[in-house]
DNA sequence: CCAAAAGTGTTGACCGTACACCCATGC
DNA sequence: GCATGGGTGTACGGTCAACACTTTTGG
């Protein structure tokens, strides 16, 4: 950094959160209807300040944790928003986290505390400031994680079937896929534990569960470069 | 963001810059000795602070021409980094962007008066604070980048050998690719231009000069996916 | 016994990769 | 005329994509 030549300016760096989530249909953006000015009762991320005692990724953390009740969710950054009147009242630069989550365990109390609500990540309505721009370049960056890493599982229960695990797919891409290509796709990874257990709830026959083998992906880390579902 | 629950805190944003250039040879990284405190006389990114009237790219932007002389300049955001202490005399958070520049256009003059050399992206001097953190992330987008879209093309004069372009992408990713391969592969593409000259320098048969064809490149915006070098 | 979802294999097309020889020219 | 780098084509194997029928079982 150069420290001579420019006047050392201090602004306010808030966190935005951009958090899907995964019906077994659609994939899902959670959003809050403010309740505070400015912009009172539209519709935008849930977001907040950064301490100065705490890092982004803290502050992501505890942004999530008190908008979801959840903690040691998978987050990444997605990129830092620095528009001069994004937010009209102040120069406030932004922060923009993603996380994925188990939309089930998403606490009821606190979306009714927050009037917050899932929209399908194709249909939500107008947001505060940029907080569209942050959705998009969210989804984008889900999207090209998705093809080099598997963390589709992070929006899935522990347990869950072929189906529901292509139908995830399906929803991040906004693709439609073979059922039996994506099947010996998936199985050829290794790295799904098929469960002597299935799951009765949508068929007769019912389908098998799996598991993500958190262990045996790990293992495999080198000799691997795109998923390519 | 919600704005009930926490102070509002000012801090400091820096810009730093990964400033990448080839030699013709290999990927490199432009380091300066800082000619300030803290950490006088270590190698550093070049950076400043983001000014209150400007956004992050502009402030890239700046500090970019300050440091090179250069003015359009492909640049692209890496991440904001935030660690507490990592800069020890104030709190002060960083966005990293990275820069891809034409080697041979970057500015003695400028190189002199602020101590400049060009690294070896493989094999440079510790860093400063975080910055060898950020120019590992900031490789890491780059090759990744360079996955999906042509951006090789900014680190070569306009004009270049089909030897010149392989040896970029070899140093990119740090690998050794057949040039009949490379060759077929990127004329498949039909976005480099064959130009009816050659380049004498390095042979006495000399090699034909090409020259990105960015219009073309566009035109095919559509049903692309990879370049898969 | 039937409706509805689960489960499974084969084939052809395409793409990536390996590989070796001739060409043009300046000295 | 020879040394040096430039330029080109083919054959194999693996991966992706398209495709349809049988199984299970609750009602």
Redesign the pocket.
């Known amino acids: 950094m150069m420290q001579e030549d420019f006047s050392r300016e201090r602004l306010l760096l808030a966190v935005d959160c951009i958090v899907f989530g995964f019906d077994g249909e659609f994939l899902k953006v959670l959003l809050i209807k403010r309740g505070f000015e400015p912009e009172m009762g539209k519709w935008s991320l849930v977001g907040g300040f950064l301490q100065t005692n705490e890092v982004l990724e803290d502050a992501a953390t505890r942004i999530l944790s008190q908008y979801t009740g959840l903690s040691d969710i998978y987050m990444e950054q997605v990129a830092t928003f620095s528009k001069i009147d994004r937010d009209p009242e102040d120069r406030i630069v932004s922060t923009a986290y993603y996380a994925l989550i188990d939309i089930h365990k998403h606490s009821q109390k606190l979306s009714r505390q927050f009037s917050a609500q899932w929209f399908n990540i194709e249909d939500f309505p107008p947001l505060i400031f940029d907080h569209g721009e942050m959705v998009a370049a969210a989804l984008k960056r889900l999207r090209t994680k998705a093809q080099t890493e598997p963390v589709g599982f992070e929006l899935l229960p522990k347990k869950f079937?072929?189906?529901q695990l292509q139908t995830l797919y399906e929803a991040i891409w906004n693709v439609t896929l073979?059922?039996?290509?994506f099947?010996?796709?998936i199985r050829s990874f290794n790295f799904l534990e098929k469960l002597n257990e299935?799951d009765?709830s949508?068929?007769?026959?019912?389908?098998?569960l799996f598991r993500f083998d958190a262990e045996e992906y790990d293992k495999q880390e080198r000799s691997r470069t795109t998923l390519?579902l």
Not at 178 to 181: G, I, L, Q, S, V
Not at 202 to 208: I, L, N, P, V
């Open positions: 079937t072929m189906r073979d059922k039996r290509n099947s010996s796709k299935k009765k949508t068929s007769r026959k019912g389908a098998f390519n």
